[in-house]
């Protein structure tokens, strides 16, 4: 008898369970859960990196709206994805040479064969895909030996253009970034002039964030390329670049060598926090929303995106 009861309670009790669930999960709307994920650098005043850091020291916003860390790793191994973008203008024909050896001794350090993939772009009267996405050290040796300024045929024959920096960026993060898994950082090295490209420097900022890519910019200039008074200062254009995507700005000077700036820029690399979240707003409408991300402690800078592209899922009502 005591038995009969059980079972009848237990029965009693699964049903409302059942008609609860039912009840519960009648939609009003769905939506898919997605990780934001957000690659920081954290440095002290000196300029020094700064690696050992917990997830607990730093306090993470979006849109002003306290976020949770979920995922929190040091030192990612995430796979990379990185452009090497070279810009081929005649402004600057007299570094060619040393782009190209710097270049390849930082891919021979970073690439990590069957884990890691890189693409060659080059970028003057017009964008020039020199080696697709590969995780071959050969071939990218041989694409960058092919690197090179625009011949006279190619000036004789110009219609238009001139340094396209902008579009090199926007056809690397639309064409080549899109959808890749992991970490992705265009590496562009240009004296940050444009001539004649179709998209502005903010379009070009938009498609790298809307496509999670960092933008490490390399500024590269030839004092005497543009005659003796001198030519635009790109310094400003590739600053804002980097800043706006969360990657780092550097520049070639008589104090610090191409292959000391790649040395830093592999260390950086390989110092990443990354940090995930799930939004606490489902995502009603594809917008931008904006990511204050710092540390506890003061004194300590972090370079990191400002902002991502919240995408609405299709079906999502």
Known sequence: MNRRRFLLSSATLLGARALLRGQQEEPTFSTEVKVVNVLATVRNKKGELVPDLTKDDFSLSENGRPQTIRYFARESDLPLTLGLMVDTSMSQRRMIEAERGASYRFLDQVLREKKDQVFVMQFDLSVMLRQELTSSLSKLNDALAFVDTPTMNDLRNQTGGGTVLYDAVVKASRDIMKDRPGRKG?????????????FSIAESIEAAQRND???YSILFSDEGAYGPFGGPDGRGVLVRMSKETGGGFFEVSKHQSLDQIFAQLEQELRSQYNIGYVSSEPVVISEFRKIQLATRQKGLVVQARNRYWAKRSPGTN
Do not use: M, R
């Not at 265009?186 to 179709?198: A, H, K, N, W, Y």
């Open 213 to 215: 890519t960092l933008i």
């Open 186 to 198: 265009l590496i562009v090295l240009t004296d940050g002039v444009d001539f004649g490209s179709e």
